[in-house]
């Protein structure tokens, strides 16, 4: 038995427990209320509708990508379930590659039929919607769901119960999403109180920036800001042709992969020590 066949069972449980349908409809639901309430007033509207809709996935999609994922492992040790796949025999390595792939492929499907929901949306009441546009934004949010998902994933590997991996993962949304911009504690508050404050230091805004970025959150917002849309983040000037290469659009991945393997890497370890009892 290998990977493969865990993520085809897992697969199957998602459908049979729903859990694909509630991905796909929460999902939906959201991109179709942004798509049916963005102003009709502006030059390009249907545009609008893709970038209002970026704008909003940086809050939602890791939340559906946390709750998708969280239960992977835990959920399976928690109900006593672990024992009878690492009895098949099948290697602890391949339980986490097989989670992984099933449930990444549960959030890709999720942002898949929600981006065609509210492309067709768009059409419906523009008359036109950018078809290359929307299919390249589909495939970074796809993307930045599978990130979210490794996460989880990786808590879930990391939790011997489903309370544990529950609070990580609300743990890890509030941190960097809600606390990431919050006054006095965001990055660029916290980080120049320690550097002048307490350093007694010049200001240094390129390492507030760069922090700031280490939100996954964030760096997805830097990546598909600049590279689709052209505009400015939300509360981050966009990087300058001077700037350092680690603010630039084009490094916001490599802050991405980081993560999903870090997150990974560090439940692997963990859950291959783990004694399973």
């Known amino acids: 038995m290998s990977w ?10 998602a459908r049979r427990s729903n859990v694909l349908l509630a991905a796909i409809g929460s999902l939906s639901a959201f991109v179709a209320l942004v798509a049916a ?7 390009a509207p249907a545009e609008d509708v893709l970038w209002t809709t ?9 939340i559906v990508s946390l709750v998708i994922g969280y239960l992977a492992i835990a959920g399976e040790r928690e109900t006593g379930r672990i024992k009878h796949l690492l009895g098949l025999p099948l290697r602890r390595r391949d339980v986490l590659l097989g989670k992984l792939v099933s449930r990444s492929l549960v959030a890709v499907v999720a942002v898949a039929v929600a981006m065609a929901v509210g492309g067709v949306i768009a059409l419906v009441r523009f008359g036109s919607v950018p078809i290359g546009h929307l299919v390249a934004q589909s495939t970074f949010v796809a993307g930045f769901a599978v990130v979210y998902v490794a996460i989880a ?6 939790s011997a119960t489903r309370m544990r991996a529950m609070v990580g993962v609300v743990s890890v949304y509030v941190f960097f999403t ?10 660029h508050d916290s980080v120049a109180y320690v550097v002048e404050d307490l350093l007694g230091l010049s200001a240094r805004p390129a390492l507030y920036d760069f922090v700031y970025h280490l939100s996954p959150s964030f760096a997805y917002s830097r990546l598909t800001n600049g590279f689709l849309f052209e505009r400015a983040e939300d509360g981050a000037m966009p990087p300058e042709p ?3 290469f680690y603010l630039q659009e084009w490094f916001m991945p490599v802050i991405l992969l980081a993560w999903l393997v870090v997150a990974l890497g560090v439940g692997y370890a963990r859950f291959r020590r783990a004694e399973i009892g």
Do not use: F, K
Request: net charge negative; aromatic share 6%; no cysteine.
């Open 4 to 13: 493969l066949a865990v993520a085809h069972r897992d697969i199957t449980d």
């Open 37 to 43: 309430t963005t102003s009709e007033s502006g030059s």
């Open 54 to 62: 970026n704008a909003i996935v940086i809050w939602y999609v890791p």
């Open 153 to 158: 994933v990786g808590i879930s590997a990391l």
């Open 178 to 187: 809600i606390a990431w911009v919050m006054p006095g504690i965001n990055p």
């Open 242 to 244: 001077g700037d350092p």
